[in-house]
């Protein structure tokens, strides 16, 4: 009788212990900036442009990402760019460069000097921004504005 109620007691147990949900993440980068993009990710503070993606007008990139529990959940931006300084390049005359980091943020990795103003995660319009990072399915647009406020750089971005 002792074992036929621990043998219960473990049934109920194990059967109360449902697995977390799956949770399906879809985030898009869109280009509708009227302009050719290029976004270049930085590593170890150097321009990565091997991993340079050209976003053409009206082009798209896109990453879906299933997280099965167990461990901890979340999707980002920083995880679609893979990095956490990205330049996004615009026909190579004018260009913005987004922060992961908080400006206030003293010890955070920076970028080599390269006299464009850093735009950090705090900024409205940063793809690293938590508006654009807080949701299962985020879509971020690049804007004829962003490139209007960009950085001239004299037609040598890249």
Known sequence: MKKLLM???AIII???CEPGSVIDYDY???NDSGKT???IPFLNGEKDLKNAITLNQGAKINK???YTPPGGAGYSMGNLLKSDYIAFVYDSAKINIFSIYSEQCTTCPSISNIGINIKYAENNRNPFNSKFNDEETEV???TPED???AQDCGGNCN
């Open 7 to 9: 043998l219960i007691f």
């Open 14 to 16: 194990i059967s109360s």
């Open 28 to 30: 898009t980068i869109v």
């Open 37 to 39: 993009v290029i976004l």
């Open 64 to 66: 879906k990402y299933r």
């Open 140 to 142: 971020y647009t690049i």
């Open 147 to 149: 490139y209007q406020n």
